[in-house]
């Protein structure tokens, strides 16, 4: 029995035993047996009372133990919570662990093992990790073989400074006696017509060029001594060039202390790699001076040299020397050099591997052409690069290095002046055209002088837009320009009641093009070479003109003219004669009107024994 059942009998009994006293009391009967008894319960419940509480201490005593060994278990649970969140921590900075050696640039698998071949033996039973170990060893050993041969060069090189300098001492101090050697012989260099003090003085500022300028100027003189139609100068002073060192030498000081700055402040230490601050040409350039034949005008070609796109850009100029206007084409200075060679419109930088120079400037090729382009600075073409020894990559990746620069300098200015003088000899007759300044029946290049029955009445320029509009549907077969432009104009001939329109395109890049004819009779309608095989041939005779079958002496444009006026005067004749009323009558002497099956007309012009006829 448990004590709390014990306990309640003994309070039942107790009760009971009370109740009975208290009815005895009540009868008035005798009470001391029974509260004896009563009184004896009273000690049996003190007894279990004492029990009661060992039993309470008892319990206190394991529930005291059990909470010391709970906050035992809590305190070591603790204790390991705290060691499981240490050792997490442990593992994620050990995967965001880095070796510095992955900020190192080291060689090659290639280069590694031409420059260790002995090493790869000696690792077939390594790791990996003991592997890189091994290569980073061998690597540094390397490292510190070069830092000691770059030492003893830098020492080298000290070396030859000074003995450099020594030599340079030596020389100088014999410049006394070569100036008086130079005044005691001046007299015999005017007596042969030298002109070394001359030079000599000029040579003071050509050891400023660059060395591109430098190679291109120095071939330039010696070309100009033997041919009198260009001259060529150096422009720029000497103080310039020694500014712009004295910046770049400042401007490499400030990058040096951004370079050892806190990345903290990098950003607020970045240069201004705008356009104009990075792209400064050299402050010397070159200008080649050609004159034309009558001296009225002169084509000046300024070439510059960019340092940091390694190449030279040149831009051509045109002055008057009498302040005369200059009419014609009014792109030929910008046409005149785009297309010396196929393929060479200088619309890209030629230089290998300058676009990746560019990236580290966050900067492209397209950005700093068009630089150049619109603050007239010229193109960098390619054979102006093999003019001054500089490699150069084309459109097609061919890769080129002119070596012999007297010979391509020599055949480059022979292309450039042809190309000038026919440009000139085109302006010049469009000139007369236009203002009907020359005297057609008096021509040379008119083969028929007494059979000039029409008349040009009209020449003027005319838009691309106007000239595509007029043409629609007869120009289809044109071929693509590949970046040639044109000069559009539009010119009127007159014979009676019938009158062409002569629609001339002059191409860009002139005399490797002629110009282009597309004719338009209006007499009885329209005819025009899409509706009619008479004026098909006429455009065919026109424009098959060749300048190698003129005779000397005579011009393209005029020799096209007279050619389409003849043709002109023969379509309407023989044309005429087949119609009801005949406006036109046979004026020139040919034999047949028509031959062979196509019907071809007397357009050609011949000596036929001791007299000139037309036929076919």
């Known amino acids: 029995m448990n004590m709390e059942d014990l306990l309640s009998t003994q309070f039942v009994k107790l009760k009971e035993a009370m109740d009975d006293l208290f009815e005895l009391k009540s009868a008035g009967h005798v009470l001391e047996l029974k509260q004896s008894s009563g009184v004896l319960m009273f000690v049996a419940l003190k007894h279990s009372n004492r029990k009661v509480k060992r039993n309470i201490k008892s319990g206190r005593d394991e529930l005291h133990l059990q909470k010391s060994k709970v906050d035992l278990s809590r305190l070591q649970l603790q204790n390991l919570l705290y060691e499981v969140s240490h050792l997490k921590k442990e593992i994620v900075r050990c995967q965001k662990f880095k070796s510095r050696d992955t900020y190192l ?327 007369g055209l236009t203002y009907k300044d020359v005297d057609l029946s008096a021509s040379k290049e008119n083969i028929y002088p007494d059979g000039l029955s029409c008349s040009l009445v009209q020449w003027t320029a005319i838009s691309s837009e106007e000239f595509n509009i007029q043409n629609a549907g007869l120009i289809y077969n044109l071929t693509p320009s590949n970046g040639i432009t044109y000069t559009s104009y539009r010119a009127v001939i007159v014979r009676g009641s019938a009158k062409m329109e002569c629609f001339i395109r002059i191409p860009s890049n002139y005399p490797l093009d002629i110009p282009l004819w597309i004719l338009s009779v209006h007499w009885n309608g329209r005819h025009t070479s899409m509706n009619n095989a008479a004026i098909k041939m006429m455009e065919f005779w026109t424009n098959s003109l060749q300048p190698s079958q003129l005779k000397k002496g005579n011009r393209l444009l005029y020799s096209q003219l007279f050619r389409t006026i003849y043709s002109f005067d023969i379509f309407l004749e023989t044309e005429g004669a087949m119609q009801t009323v005949r406006e036109y009558n046979k004026e020139k002497p040919y034999i047949s009107a028509f031959t062979k099956r196509i019907r071809l007309r007397p357009y050609k012009y011949i000596m036929k024994g001791s007299t000139f006829t037309f036929k076919q």
């Not at 960019?306 to 030279?312: D, P, T």
């Not at 010396?340 to 030629?350: K, M, V």
């Not at 990236?359 to 068009?370: F, G, H, S």
Request: net charge neutral.
């Open 105 to 431: 640039e080291l060689l090659s698998d290639k280069e590694y093992a031409s420059k260790f071949p002995e090493e790869g033996s000696d690792k077939t039973n390594m790791s990996d990790h003991q592997t890189h170990l091994y290569r980073l060893e061998c690597e540094l050993r390397l490292r510190k073989e070069l830092d000691n041969q770059y030492s003893a060069l830098l020492t080298s090189k000290q070396e030859l400074l000074q003995d450099n300098l020594k030599q340079t001492q030596k020389y100088l101090s014999f410049a006394p006696a070569l100036r008086t050697l130079l005044e005691s012989t001046k007299p015999l260099h005017d007596a042969l017509q030298l002109s070394l003090d001359v030079e000599w003085k000029l040579s003071s500022i050509f050891k400023y060029l660059p060395r591109a300028l430098y190679i291109l100027f120095i071939n330039l003189q010696a070309l100009q001594r033997t041919r009198k139609e260009f001259a060529s100068k150096v422009v720029g002073f000497e103080s310039d060039q020694q500014m712009q060192e004295l910046l770049l030498e400042t401007e490499n000081t400030l990058k040096e202390r951004r370079h050892f700055t806190e990345k903290s402040n990098s950003c607020e230490a970045l240069p201004d790699n705008t356009l104009d601050r990075v792209l400064k040409c050299h402050p010397l350039h070159i200008h080649l001076v050609i004159d034309s034949p009558d001296k009225t005008f002169e084509l000046i070609l300024i070439v510059r040299y960019w340092e940091l796109l390694k190449c030279v850009t040149v831009r051509a100029q045109l002055n008057s020397t009498n302040n005369s206007n200059f009419q014609g084409d009014a792109n030929l200075v910008e046409d005149l050099l785009g297309h010396l060679y196929p393929d060479d419109t200088g619309d890209h930088i030629p230089i290998p591997g300058i676009e990746y120079e560019l990236q580290n400037l966050n900067l492209t090729a397209e950005q700093c052409l068009k630089y150049l382009v619109e603050n007239g600075f010229g193109k960098p073409y390619c054979w102006l690069q093999s003019m001054c020894s500089i490699a150069t990559v084309n459109k097609k990746q061919n890769f080129r290095h002119e070596f012999n620069l007297h010979k391509w300098i020599r055949k480059v200015f022979t292309r450039i002046l042809k190309r000038w003088r026919s440009w000139l000899r085109l302006t010049q007759q469009i000139r």
